[in-house]
């Protein structure tokens, strides 16, 4: 067999020459990975075909020592604990020999690294990757997945793809007045779904639009059950998730504030609590909590806020802050503002009004002065 070489290639002025040639980081990466592929996935692959319960089929010793020799992470820049290889003639030579040994075992490294780059280092705000990334990077089993495919729609799209306006997902993302969102749907056959530890759900909006969402695999409301993909048996990964009810926080929503802290620190100077974000609930008097109340309900700018007796618990000032906030938001935001209350302070905010008594409702003439 003969060996092939790469002489010197002089650059010509006003040529454009590509290099194919690879670097000596990537050999020796590529060489690292046919290693491992073939000293330890591969030898141990066909004992694992042959163990029938799922979850003595996960090769856990393979994914703590291929993390550890750097798979998962290699996509990331060295700051933030990768080796800065990026590129995807690397993803590829690395993808190609781990396949080598096992192609179920491959799948958890590739997908996860693959998309290590584009969210961790991309797409996250900084809020979110201040939170993710150090888990990321510091656990060895922490693996990644993108819940798409829904057992309704049959239909399997890529997350770099967009999704066509023919499609309706059946999964639902709520958004809440305190800026969270409520998740509910299904998804199927997500590669790595069942022990992902991180997931980029996509889910329709209220105004139609898909957006993405980040679920850490711990979610209270979040179950998934394996499920079988052909041809990879010993790492069959694949799961379907159903989300009932999951919450998820301010800092994971996408769309979301650029700076949910100081959108927090906002809303309470503006109900006049800005020197006591950081006390605890029973730290507030009942008319500070009330504030609170208001201010969580404003972070979100939704589309009706319905108040029951909101300043019941404040005095005459505090209230007609609570109340004249009320009443800046639903301009700002668009919203409709249904207050209830007995306290004929401020009933001339309302642009309506309705009286009930006795069971039953009439509307009162509203005087301005």
């Known amino acids: 067999m003969g060996v092939l070489t790469f002489p010197e290639i002089p650059l010509i002025e006003g040529e ?42 996960v090769p856990w010793d393979l994914l703590k020592q291929g993390s550890q020799l750097g798979f998962r992470t290699f996509v990331l820049q060295e700051e933030n604990g990768g080796s800065g290889m990026s590129d995807h003639i690397t993803s590829c030579l690395v993808a190609e020999e781990l396949a080598a040994g096992e192609l179920g075992t491959a799948y958890y490294f590739m997908l996860t690294a693959r998309r290590a780059r584009d969210w961790f280092e991309l797409r996250m705000t900084p809020e979110q990757r201040a939170y993710f990334l150090p888990k990321f990077v510091s656990d060895d089993l922490y693996f990644t997945t993108v819940a798409i495919h829904e057992p ?45 530890k991180l997931i980029v759900l996509r889910a329709q909006i209220p105004d139609g639009t898909v957006q993405s969402f980040l679920v850490e695999g711990d979610a209270p409301g979040l179950s998934r059950r394996p499920m079988s993909k052909f041809g990879r048996r010993v790492g069959d990964n694949a799961a379907e998730m159903v989300f009932d009810n999951v919450r998820l926080p301010l800092v994971y929503a996408r769309p979301r504030p650029a700076d949910p802290d100081a959108m927090a620190r906002e809303r309470l100077a503006q109900v006049g609590l800005g020197e006591r974000m950081h006390h605890q609930p029973s730290q507030l008097s009942g008319g500070q909590q009330q504030r609170v109340a208001i201010a969580r309900v404003m972070i979100g700018l939704p589309d009706l806020i319905i108040a029951d007796e909101p300043t019941s618990a404040l005095d005459r000032v505090s ?34 009004r309705l009286h009930i008594e006795d069971g039953r409702c009439f509307e009162v003439p509203i005087h301005y002065h």
């Not at 980081?25 to 692959?45: N, V």
């Not at 306006?165 to 779904?193: C, E, F, H, M």
């Not at 609570?322 to 209830?340: F, P, T, Y």
């Open 16 to 57: 454009i020459v590509f290099d194919i040639r690879l670097s000596q980081e990537q050999r020796e990466f590529r060489d690292l990975a046919r290693k491992f592929a073939q000293e330890e996935i591969k030898p141990k692959a066909m004992q694992r075909d042959l163990v029938t319960e799922w979850e003595k089929r």
């Open 152 to 196: 309704e729609t049959d239909f399997g799209f890529d997350f770099f793809t967009e999704t066509p306006p023919t499609i309706k997902l059946r999964t639902q993302a709520t958004p809440q007045p305190d800026g969270s969102w409520i998740i509910n749907g299904t998804k199927a056959y997500q590669t790595v779904g069942y022990l992902a």
């Open 319 to 352: 209230g007609r802050v609570v109340v004249d906030q009320l009443k800046d938001l639903a301009m700002r935001a668009k919203c409709a503002v249904v207050l209830s209350t007995h306290d004929e302070r401020i009933f001339d905010v309302a642009t309506r």
